[in-house]
């Protein structure tokens, strides 16, 4: 190596272990290659544009770096030692002090007269400057894999014992092999109690035995072609997608595209080395149980990929297995799965069939051995409350009381049924399905199946009402229960999801204005400050922490504040949430007052806004109303004319909620506002001219932030 040492190669590293956890297997592999190379670069052992590649199978992490030296470059160093009074004596010989230091950096080889004195404008400094050898490959590798491996993001790891009975080590799964190449050549590097070499496995049963990896780019070649393994994550992944979409056009369905479809292909391309899909079938006479059964029974359990009917969305009774084996005659593969599949999807029928010999209303009692949080009491006097909450917010908008109080109450009552105790996952959607085999209104069954969304992402109708009224209620009782007893969300931490339940009452208050029902005096009336004191009063048997509702309405508009301004400029966003408008005003607001700040008016008027902010906080005492009578200069009376012809006009937007209008009206008024700052001196000595000019402003600064805090925008 040392005799081409400035030559760049490509290098080759890999572990191979134990089947590694398939759930963070990539992750496992882009960490492996990206700590190694890190450390790499940073040692200057890496060619200028040297690429890299991370390979991750169930059984090995690996990297392929392009270019890499097998000696970093000299580099010239200064090394800032110590004052030259500590480091010499009278004499000039070095002191102990000194030659300490130069051992502790691995100078020792320096003496006094090898040293540079320099001032540092107090004081005279000693100074080592020459020219360092670079690391070498050996030792930088070494460095390199040592903190791959202690950096990797192990989820929990394991100790083992090594060959010779005695040595034990920890890491996530037995390693067994350790191959590093620098181009033809093995790199004499350690690790896990493995010695480095050239030899690796195949596939644990399609292989034609140990693989001596010839170089670091024959390594994906010699494995794909020897060891009927594909290394690369990415590759496996494209050759899993192909093979579904082929058989997708075969039978005319398709997997579908949701997330869990994705994320599932994720995890079988970490169980599989050379993948292979079959079709596997089951007996038609289950799909009479709900669909949403048997697809989380296939994907969660089976890692199938249920075949759905393209359009409809019906599953059928078809479904794709990624087998790790490349055969013939694949018969005994797909009936051994079919075989294990059927009791499984027959346990799912069990548990419908006998969920429903009960009505869901018969479970709400059964509710009060639930414990919900112990110092919130249990799930029935959870149901209690947002059944409470449930009805002041269907009275606040004149909806149906008795189907928001219905939804409250067999909201969580599928808790006790066998299925939802099978797969957690289903909560909410059996208890729709018991709902509607109960003949409970649809409008309950909706939102049953509805209360766990994240979001609501429609405006809200006649016929999804009782289900948002619900949603709002779930989330104002959650976060008025759980941050009322401490239990606040930090930088690290929200196990109860109380920015994910912020957001959902965010958007519960945007789809119900958007669907009509937070106009009038139904706005003022489902007013965030007021359903959250209505919320707090639920907790009587409970009692929550003082000052709860005003925490959490901050904890909320900080929630919207962090969503809005990654779409707009946060000084407009600023500029809303200033004036604390009603929350289902909020984002039309930020919408218009996006679009005031890009007219030409509105810099000069956001200034002007920022200055009288600052003029009034000046005032002494109140400030009055307007004497027009006093009024001497055309300035000042061109402004309050300005101010009379505009306001009506603008407050009568504003009213009908057209801010974008509003804002634009009152742009009208830049010209009257230059020409009084540029003529009007505000504070003037006579008492009654200043208190007069003040209040002049502050009736302008009144209807100018309605909206918005315009000043913000000057910011």
Same mark, same amino acid.
């Given at each position: ?38 450390? #790499? ?14 390979? /991750? ?23 800032? &030692? ?31 007269? !090898? ?12 100074? /080592? ?130 997330? @869990? ?5 994720? @995890? ?76 499984? #999807?027959? !346990? ?32 029935? @006097? ?27 109450? #067999? ?67 959650? &976060? ?49 400050? @007021?359903?959250?004191?209505?919320? /707090? ?78 003029? &009034? ?9 307007? !004497? ?45 506002? !230059? ?41």
């Amino acid at each position: 190596m040392a005799s081409d040492s400035l030559s760049p190669r490509p290098l080759l590293l890999e572990l191979f272990t134990e089947e590694l956890p398939p759930k963070v297997l990539q992750a496992l592999g882009q960490a492996f290659a990206e700590g190694a190379r890190a450390v #790499l670069d940073k040692q200057r052992l890496l060619a200028a544009g040297c690429g890299l590649q991370a390979y /991750a199978t169930p059984r090995r992490l690996a990297l392929r770096l392009d270019a890499v030296l097998g000696q970093a470059p000299q580099q010239e160093y200064t090394e800032k &030692l110590m004052p030259a009074k500590v480091g010499l004596d009278a004499a000039g010989a070095m002191t102990p002090a000194l030659a300490k230091k130069l051992a502790a950096k691995g100078l020792g080889h320096l003496g006094a007269a !090898d040293l540079i004195r320099e001032s540092d404008g107090k004081q005279d400094y000693l100074y /080592a400057r020459g020219v360092a050898e670079g690391a070498t490959l050996q030792a930088g590798l070494q460095e390199a894999l040592d903190a791959a491996i202690a950096g990797l993001p192990i989820p929990k790891v394991m100790r083992y014992q090594l060959a010779d009975g005695v040595t034990s080590v920890k890491f996530v799964r037995p390693a067994h092999r350790l191959v590093a190449l620098w181009g033809p050549d093995v790199v004499p590097v350690r690790a896990l109690g493995l010695e480095a070499g050239r030899q690796t496995q195949g596939h644990r049963f399609m292989s034609a035995g140990a693989i001596d990896i010839e170089t670091p780019l024959s390594y994906e070649r010699q494995l794909e072609d020897q060891g009927k393994v594909i290394a690369s994550f990415e590759a496996r992944r494209d050759a899993i997608a192909a093979q579904l979409q082929e058989h997708e056009a075969a039978l005319g369905a398709t997997v579908g595209d949701d997330p @869990e479809v994705a994320a599932l292909l994720d @995890e079988v391309t970490a169980l599989v080395e050379h993948p292979t899909v079959y079709v596997g079938q089951f007996d038609p006479q289950f799909l009479a149980v709900p669909q949403e059964c048997l697809i989380l029974t296939m994907r969660l359990n089976q890692k199938y990929f249920p075949l759905f009917e393209p359009g409809t969305g019906r599953l059928t009774h078809r479904f794709l297995i990624v087998s790790n084996m490349q055969i013939d005659d694949p018969h005994n593969i797909v009936e051994g799965n079919q075989r294990v599949v059927r009791p499984r #999807l027959a !346990d799912a029928q069990f548990f419908f069939d006998t969920d429903r010999k009960a009505p869901l209303s018969s479970r709400v009692q059964s509710l009060e051995n639930i414990v919900y949080h112990n110092k919130l009491g249990t799930q029935l @006097e959870r149901v209690e409350r947002v059944r409470r909450v449930a009805r002041y917010i269907a009275e606040q908008l004149g909806a149906d009381a008795q189907l928001a109080e219905r939804s409250a109450l #067999l909201a969580k009552a599928d808790l006790g049924t066998s299925m939802v105790a099978e797969f957690p996952e289903l909560q909410g959607i059996m208890g729709a399905y018991y709902a509607a085999a109960d003949g409970e209104p649809p409008e309950v069954v909706q939102a049953l199946k509805g209360q766990y969304r994240i979001r609501l992402d429609t405006p809200v109708d006649a016929v999804s009402l009782p289900a948002a009224i619900l949603f709002l209620a779930e989330r104002a009782e959650t &976060l008025m229960g759980i941050w009322g007893i401490g239990l606040v969300p930090t930088g690290e931490r929200d196990p109860y999801g109380l920015r994910r339940a912020a957001l959902g009452l965010i958007s519960a208050y945007e789809q119900l204005d958007a669907g009509g029902y937070l106009s009038g005096s139904h706005a003022a009336r489902l007013a965030l400050p @007021e359903l959250l004191a209505f919320t /707090a009063a639920t907790f009587d048997a409970h009692p929550i922490a003082a000052g709860t509702a005003d925490e959490v309405q901050h904890f909320i508009y900080e929630r919207y504040r962090n969503q809005l301004i990654n779409d707009y400029d946060r000084n407009v966003v600023d500029a809303v949430l200033a004036v604390e408008p009603p929350l289902h005003q909020v984002l039309a607001r930020v919408q218009a007052c996006a679009g005031f700040a890009r007219r030409p008016e509105a810099e000069s008027l956001a200034a002007a806004n920022k200055r009288i902010t600052n003029l &009034l906080k000046k005032a002494e005492g109140e400030i009055g109303k307007v !004497d027009t009578a006093r009024l001497a200069e055309p300035a000042e009376q061109a402004l309050a004319q300005t101010i009379a012809r505009l306001e009506p006009e603008a407050q009568a937007q504003f009213v009908r909620g057209d801010f974008a209008a509003s804002l634009a009206t009152l742009a009208q008024a830049r010209d009257a506002v !230059d020409a009084f700052f540029a003529d009007i001196m505000v504070m003037a000595e006579d008492p009654a001219v200043r208190a007069n000019r003040l209040a002049l402003l502050a009736g302008l600064h009144g209807i100018m932030n309605q909206v918005a805090d315009i000043s913000r925008l000057a910011q």
